[in-house]
């Protein structure tokens, strides 16, 4: 990987790309310390100061690591990437759903750019709603349960509709630098934003590790590497399935006699699953917040105050946790890899698979490999997910377990991405030929 970098410099059309990706992230990390305008900056430093309690760091944790930590300082970028994630989320749905934009992903380039359009507008209304939620929670008191200093300068309703503009502005302009990385930089500029903002946490959140238990920080470095050395073994794996092309006539010439494979992954999901699985176990909370009775509550709303808002430590969040997470995975897959249509494309193309016929076997096939390949992914995904809230459990310096679950993901498969990139642009720069 530094050898691909270090060559990359030495290019001088890699390393203005390289050069302006850089200025890019400065740009960007510069927004998510600028102040929105009618925050109270210094109250709100306090207020960090004194520390995260667990519901907040429940409530907020996901989109909080989205935002670099921006979410909680209140910043231009306070929304970060995370509701543009939600959009593509929604539209790749929508697009099993509607038949209108499964006609639009089938028609190519023109079709994926009316698609990605729709994303951008979806886009701004999820961050008009998003940032109107957390103004709410600011002005109420509830982003800092533990604090009692005001983090608004004011309550009138005019300043509170310019921050929610200004944040929904700040979230059109990370879509804005985003694009300018994968038009001008290097790689898939939403991605490379993303994979910034999860690293700008890491820092502070080991040094909150070193400053309480010297040990501990000895054991979590450890425990890291490990981590980060099975979640590369993982991603990488895959298996490829051999397709053979039989040799046809187009006019006068000769097409097809070649072989090539099918990669499936084992972790063909990524990281959607884990990122639904923390968005439906946030409504049980949200529900409980907003209609239960505080004083006397039910014994519903007593329960869920009990094993998945106060405590997420418990046997009942983690197994409902990993089982989502599980589920999640094969209904992703599902969504986004069609046998039927894979099987049909070969088809049409005069592709097969060696010892297997074309058409409906073929297809079987496909989907009877892809559900033995989920099974350990799904697991692996779980498992994963469920390390930081063992650390928490386990033990008290790792508060906010770096190493695990979704920043791990974020981490090692954008990296591999974004290598694979660079790779891949210095071979068309300096291709070696059969000999060397």
Not at 24 to 47: D, E, M, W, Y
Not at 294 to 304: G, L, M, S, W, Y
Not at 310 to 333: P, S
Not at 401 to 429: M, W
Request: proline residues 5%; contains cysteine.
């Amino acid at each position: 990987m530094l050898t691909a970098i270090t060559r990359a410099f030495r290019t001088p059309d890699l390393r203005n790309k390289m050069l302006f990706t850089l200025g890019i992230i400065a740009l960007f990390r510069l927004g998510s310390f600028l102040p929105t305008p009618g925050v109270h900056v210094s109250n709100i430093q306090k207020c960090l100061a004194q520390g995260l309690s667990s519901d907040a760091a429940g409530v907020y944790g996901l989109i909080n690591l989205f935002s670099g930590g921006a979410l909680l300082q209140l910043s231009v970028f306070a929304l970060g990437i995370m509701p543009y994630i939600t959009a593509s989320i929604i539209l790749q749905l929508l697009t099993v759903v509607i038949p209108r934009l499964e006609a639009l992903k089938k028609e190519g380039q023109a079709g994926t750019a009316k698609i990605t359009q729709y994303t951008r507008y979806l886009t701004i209304g999820l961050a008009v709603l998003q940032s109107t939620a957390f103004i709410a929670l600011a002005r109420s008191g509830q982003m800092f349960p533990q604090c009692q200093e005001e983090v608004l300068l004011s309550q009138d309703i005019f300043p509170l509709i310019v921050m929610v503009l200004t944040m929904t502005a700040g979230t059109s302009v990370i879509m804005w630098l985003g694009e300018l990385i994968t038009d001008r930089g290097i790689g898939n500029g939403m991605s490379i934003l993303i994979f910034t903002q999860v690293v700008a946490v890491f820092p502070q959140e080991l040094a909150r590790i070193f400053r309480s238990n010297t040990f501990g920080f000895a054991v979590v470095m450890v425990v890291g590497v490990a981590i980060i050395a099975a979640v590369v073994f993982v991603e990488q794996a895959q298996r490829r399935i051999p397709v053979q092309y039989a040799k046809r006539m187009v006019g006068r010439r000769m097409y097809g006699g070649t072989s090539t494979y099918i990669p499936l992954k084992v972790n063909q999901a990524g990281i959607i699953p884990v990122i639904f699985a923390s968005s439906l176990l946030y409504l049980p909370q949200l529900a409980a917040t907003l209609f239960g009775n505080t004083t006397n509550p039910n014994e519903v709303i007593r329960f869920i105050q009990t094993y998945f808002a106060n405590n997420i430590g418990n046997a009942y969040y983690m197994t409902t946790y990993f089982l989502l997470i599980v589920f999640f995975t094969y209904f992703y897959v599902s969504i986004t890899f069609n046998p039927v249509e894979v099987a049909d494309n070969m088809k049409k193309y005069g592709g097969f698979i060696p010892g297997i016929r074309p058409g409906r076997p073929t297809a079987e096939y496909l989907s009877y490999v892809l559900t033995r390949l989920t099974a350990p992914g799904s697991l692996y995904l779980g498992l994963l997910s469920l390390v930081p809230i063992v650390a928490l459990t386990l033990v008290d310096a790792s508060q906010n377990f770096p190493f695990g679950g979704t920043s791990i993901l974020i981490i090692v498969g954008v990296g591999l991405d974004t290598v694979k990139q660079i790779e891949a642009q210095l071979q068309q720069r300096n291709y070696e030929g059969f000999l060397r």
